[in-house]
């Protein structure tokens, strides 16, 4: 995710050399990290209330879960990077990059990306043994992420699992020994990969042109010409079901239904009502601020209910 120039601001204030790494991690603005572990939070709040968790340590795993989130984020951004730096070069958006436009080497991406990973599993150290079985998921699906693209026309899909597949980690961190034989975790995965491929269906409209000369493939490519709302309403119904699932799995009440249901509802309906699929600039903004509202909602929604509950 983004473009390839990411300075201002405290980014500047950094020694030169610095900058292309924070360019390659996404730092600036810190998108890209919240949704990495977004979904962790989720996962976490679920097994907090199941388990009956104490303030405190729900608070130590999310914090836990934060640091390995951002060195993580940091090695599948680069790790991404580094794959595609030949279709970057032939992107608009994307030929600013740093490993694309020769800021850093191959190599010292790889360096990188070997001790980001390394910082990252330091963090299973101090989270319970279940943790480090439920990541090797994710390991897997963000090392073969760079190559959906060039194979399947859903690389939004895969993407969104890698993401959502936080939630599972989250339950693991949080105390569920196999979180990944629990439906009601799982239909909460469903919820944040479909969430996944509406917001990234949206970004990949930025680069159409540029995907098409260039070979690449998208939900965007798939469903261009009209047929992309249609696809993204469709998913935004599938979310609401799997949202309504969610609920009945964990026994959750109607304040959970108002602020998570609703809130998604409202604030990716309003997005696939409003965005202009064809302004590259409407894409990004919608992007950039829409995943607030409904991040908020639903964890808003599991809070409310880990509070209730206690």
């Given at each position: 995710m983004g473009g390839g120039h990411a300075g201002g601001g405290w980014v500047n204030t950094l020694p030169p050399s610095w900058i292309p790494y924070v360019q390659l991690c996404r730092l600036n603005p810190p998108i890209a990290l919240l949704l990495v572990y977004l979904p962790h939070v989720f996962g976490v709040l679920h097994a907090a209330r199941v388990h009956s968790k104490p303030g405190l340590e729900v608070l130590g795993?999310?914090?836990?879960?934060?640091?390995?989130?951002?060195?993580?984020?940091?090695?599948a951004h680069a790790w991404n990077d580094l794959v595609d730096a030949p279709i970057d070069r032939r992107v608009t958006r994307t030929k600013t990059r740093p490993i694309a436009r020769g800021a850093v080497t191959p190599s010292r991406a790889l360096v990188f990306i070997?001790?980001?990973?390394?910082?990252?599993?330091?963090?299973?150290?101090?989270?319970?043994?279940?943790?480090t079985k439920a990541v090797i998921p994710t390991i897997i699906a963000t090392a073969g992420y760079?190559?959906?693209?060039?194979?399947?026309?859903?690389?939004?899909?895969?993407?969104?699992?890698?993401?959502?597949?936080?939630?599972?980690?989250?339950?693991?961190?949080?105390?569920?020994p196999r979180p990944w034989?629990?439906?009601?975790?799982?239909?909460?995965?469903?919820?944040?990969?479909?969430?996944?491929?509406i917001y990234d269906t949206v970004y990949a409209h930025q680069d159409l042109e540029d995907d098409l000369r260039a070979g690449v493939k998208s939900t965007a490519v798939r469903f261009r010409g009209g047929r992309a709302k249609p696809f993204l309403w469709l998913s935004l119904a599938l979310l609401g079901v799997c949202i309504i699932a969610y609920g009945q799995l964990a026994a959750l009440g109607a304040g959970y239904h108002v602020i998570t249901l609703g809130g998604c509802v409202l604030s990716l309906g309003r997005m696939i009502a409003e965005v202009k699929l064809g302004d590259k600039r409407d894409c990004w903004g919608w992007f950039t601020y829409q995943f607030w509202p409904t991040g908020v909602s639903i964890m808003g929604g599991l809070l409310y209910e880990l509070v209730v509950s206690g």
């Open positions: 795993t999310a914090t836990l879960l934060l640091g390995g989130s951002f060195f993580f984020s940091n090695a070997s001790s980001q990973a390394l910082l990252a599993a330091t963090f299973l150290l101090w989270l319970p043994g279940p943790t760079p190559w959906a693209k060039r194979y399947t026309y859903f690389p939004q899909a895969v993407l969104g699992f890698c993401l959502a597949w936080g939630v599972i980690v989250g339950c693991a961190a949080a105390g569920t034989f629990d439906a009601a975790p799982l239909a909460l995965v469903l919820v944040s990969a479909l969430w996944t491929v």
